[in-house]
């Protein structure tokens, strides 16, 4: 019963709120945000507690402020995230404004095949349409299988609808899809900033040790395709602003394993430089760090929007 109204749930808001007026629309995820917030819930109090470790010195009402705000982007990612599919292609090219996009369309150029990994920062699936809308390019990307099948499959199909190619985050199927998309100088997209499989690599983030997917390292290293850390905020206008860091570039020597670790650190360096600027936008609403994960349970204690 709780997966049949989780799924109806969401298919009513897909339906729903992308008939809204746009303002009518950021009210609505706002007053949503403040609900939910001031229920000082289990994903709260954890997006509270993330913030404690990306400000470190920050009071308890900075974090309360910080917390508020966060659910607020959270909300508008849900938000952009039902109306995406309404949104013309003009609209949807106007939406994201990205810094360093050279690095991208200079790696496109190069036919090696690309990599982008990103953290759970603002709107990814924006990020994404603007690539296939704006650049002319498609891609292939991860999603976390999700309970009830019905709810994947929308995801699946919303996502598929942006122009994306999605496969399933489970075996090691996706893993020879994504490099042979590499070999053929495409590109692909992931969203790397928590391991899903408790075999990643250990990383120091925010002066502790979490552990982040190693398969954006290990791609870069079998396929010689560029590895991108890109990062993704808001502002205060409608436009979602990012910017695509230089490439990772795979280390000289050493095993692959020391490889990969070396990948990694830098990825989740990349990451934390845009997670600083701009915290609340990091939405990640449960344990990531080793130090707060209970070893029966980890990595995983719930889904995160349905992604990776």
């Known amino acids: 019963m709780k997966d049949r109204l989780t799924d109806a749930l969401y298919g009513a808001a897909w339906s729903t709120v992308k008939k809204l007026p746009e303002p009518v629309a950021v009210r609505l995820g706002r007053t ?3 609900a939910v917030w001031k229920r000082r819930g289990k994903g709260v109090l954890r997006l509270e507690a993330n913030y404690a470790r990306v400000v470190p010195d920050a009071t308890p009402e900075r974090l309360a402020e910080l917390s508020r705000a966060g659910m607020r982007s959270y909300l508008r990612y849900w938000m952009e995230s039902f109306r995406l599919p309404s949104w013309s292609r003009e609209r ?16 496109l150029a190069s036919d090696k095949g690309v990599i982008i990994a990103l953290p759970h920062l603002g709107n990814w699936d924006l990020a994404g349409a603007w690539v296939t809308t704006k650049l ?16 994947y499959d929308r995801f699946v199909a919303y996502r598929e609808g942006l122009g994306m190619e999605v496969l399933p985050h489970e075996g090691g199927s996706a893993f020879g899809t994504l490099a042979r998309r590499l070999r053929a100088g495409g590109l692909i997209c992931l969203v790397a900033d928590r391991d899903l499989s408790a075999s990643g690599v250990e990383v120091k983030f925010f002066g502790d040790t979490a552990r982040m997917p190693a398969g ?11 590895l991108l850390p890109v990062t993704l905020y808001y502002d205060d206008t409608p436009i979602m602003k990012g910017r695509i860091h230089a ?11 020391e490889k990969t670790s070396v990948m990694t650190q ?3 360096d990349a990451f934390a430089t845009g997670i600083a600027d701009h915290p609340e936008d990091w939405h990640m609403l449960q ?11 980890a990595p995983a204690d719930a889904p995160t929007e349905g992604t990776p």
């Open 32 to 34: 949503i945000a403040d």
């Open 92 to 107: 949807i090219k106007e939406g994201f404004d990205v810094k360093d996009v050279h690095h991208l369309t200079d790696s």
């Open 136 to 151: 002319e390019t498609p891609f292939t990307t991860v999603a976390e299988r999700l309970k009830p099948e019905t709810l």
């Open 216 to 226: 954006p390292a290990l791609l870069a290293q079998q396929t010689g395709a560029v």
């Open 247 to 257: 490439p990772v570039d795979v280390p000289e020597t050493g095993t692959r394993t």
């Open 266 to 268: 830098a990825l989740a």
């Open 287 to 297: 344990r990531l760090w080793l130090a707060d994960l209970d070893p029966a349970q």
